[in-house]
C-alpha cells in the first residue's frame, strides 16, 4: 500500500526543512568532522569512511556513510574478529558521543535519508520483517527517530520496530522537533548505545529473540 503523508508538513515541507537543517549542520560541524577524521586515520587506519548498503525508502538500497569505529582485525583464517574485539576505545567513544554517525548527514543532503526516522538498518532484515515491521520502509530512514529516543540500543527489536511504525503514521513538525531535542539529550547522557552485554546490538533474526551478535558495524 503506498504510503499518504500524515499532514502538509510530510508531503510539503519535511524534505526542504531536511535539507536546510542537514546543510546548516555540515557548516557549523565540517571543523569537527575534519578533526574526528584526521583521528580516525591515525588510531584506526584507512579507509576513514565505514560504507555500507542500507535499505531505504519503498526498500530501495542507497550506500550508507559513517565514520569506522572498529579495526580490521582477522583471525588465522581471515576472518573478522568479534565486535567485543575489533571495537577499541576510541570507537567506543564515537559511538558514544555520535560522532561516527555526522557522514550521514551528506545522505540527507542527497535523499537517502531524512532527519527523523525509522534507522535504517542491514539488507538482509528485509526478508525477516513481519507485514506490519516493513512498514517502517514507507518513509525516508532517519539519523535519528522514536526508537533512539525510547531507549535506542537497549530495547528490543520488536520494541524498536514499534516505535518506527508509530513514527510513520504519525509525521509532524512538532513531534519532529520534540525527537531532535530528545536525541541531543540522550547524545549527552549516553543513553541506550549498546544492548546488555554486548558491544553493539544483537542480530535481528526475524520474530523471535534474537540469537547471534552482529559482527558488522551498526
Not at 536546510?20 to 586515520?41: D, F, H, R, Y
Not at 513538525?173 to 547522557?189: E, N, P
Request: positive net charge.
Amino acid at each position: 500500500m503506498k504510503h499518504k503523508p500524515y499532514g502538509p508538513y510530510e508531503k510539503y515541507f519535511k524534505r526542504p526543512v531536511d535539507v536546510v537543517l542537514s546543510g546548516a549542520a555540515l557548516i557549523v560541524l565540517s571543523p569537527v568532522m575534519g578533526v574526528t577524521a584526521l583521528l580516525v586515520k591515525k588510531k584506526l587506519g584507512s579507509p576513514v569512511l565505514f560504507t555500507q548498503d542500507r535499505p531505504g525508502k519503498d526498500e530501495k538500497i542507497f550506500k550508507l556513510y559513517k565514520f569506522r569505529t572498529m579495526t580490521d582485525a582477522r583471525d588465522e583464517n581471515g576472518n573478522l574478529l568479534s565486535d567485543e574485539v575489533r571495537l577499541t576505545p576510541f570507537g567506543k567513544l564515537l559511538r558514544s558521543t555520535s560522532l561516527d554517525e555526522l557522514p550521514e548527514l551528506f545522505n540527507i543532503i542527497k535523499g537517502d535519508m531524512s532527519i527523523v526516522g525509522p534507522r535504517p538498518l542491514l539488507v538482509r532484515y528485509l526478508s525477516r520483517y513481519n507485514t506490519q515491521q516493513a512498514r517502517r520502509h514507507e518513509v525516508r530512514p532517519g539519523f535519528t527517530g522514536l526508537a533512539q529516543v525510547h531507549g535506542r540500543n537497549a530495547i528490543s527489536w520488536e520494541e524498536k520496530f514499534d516505535w518506527d511504525v508509530k513514527y510513520v503514521e504519525h509525521i509532524t513538525f512538532l513531534g519532529d522537533w520534540k525527537i531532535i531535542f530528545h536525541t541531543i539529550k540522550t547524545v549527552l547522557t549516553h543513553e541506550g548505545i549498546s544492548a546488555e552485554g554486548e558491544a553493539t546490538m544483537g542480530e535481528f533474526m526475524g520474530n523471535q529473540e534474537a540469537a547471534a551478535s552482529d559482527f558488522s558495524e551498526k
